[in-house]
């Protein structure tokens, strides 16, 4: 898959790309929500994983507004990282495009767990996005 690990956060940003590359994805970093904008509009990654409380000029929210808003972004998944796990928050990530929260640290099981609900068993393709 080609994935895009957005997170302010270097250092966690880094580590989740690398577990990713260990399973032979396709993976991207962005460091701020601008940067991640014009990244995915460029590389259109089936998956994008995001920080929620990116610092900057857009936080995760609005990158995730962004990308619903863009029709041509239609097959592209978006997942939300967070610290904070409530049921407030999850419902926010969702509202903005999120499919799905993804709470921090996120251990290697988890995160691989995540990519297997968006890949096709068989063939390895990203499923569609649910309308």
Same mark, same amino acid.
């Given at each position: ?29 962005? +460091? ?39 029709? &041509? ?31 921090? @640290? ?11 609900? +968006? ?8 499923? &569609?996005? @649910?309308?």
């Amino acid at each position: 898959m080609r994935i895009m690990v957005v997170d302010d956060n270097q250092d966690i940003a880094d580590t989740i790309a690398m577990m990713l590359r260990i399973e032979d994805n396709d993976v991207t970093v962005s +460091y701020d929500g601008r940067s991640a904008l014009d990244s995915i509009g460029a590389s259109m990654p089936d998956l994008v994983l995001c920080d929620i409380g990116l610092a900057g000029e857009l936080d995760g929210l609005q990158v995730a507004a962004a990308c619903r808003q863009q029709r &041509s972004y239609d097959r592209i998944r978006l997942v939300a990282m967070s610290g904070y796990s409530g049921s407030a928050d999850r419902d926010r990530a969702v509202a903005a495009g999120f499919e799905t929260l993804l709470v921090k @640290p996120i251990r290697y099981e988890t995160l691989m767990a995540c990519l297997r609900n +968006y890949t096709s068993p068989r063939s390895g393709s990203v499923a &569609s996005r @649910p309308r």
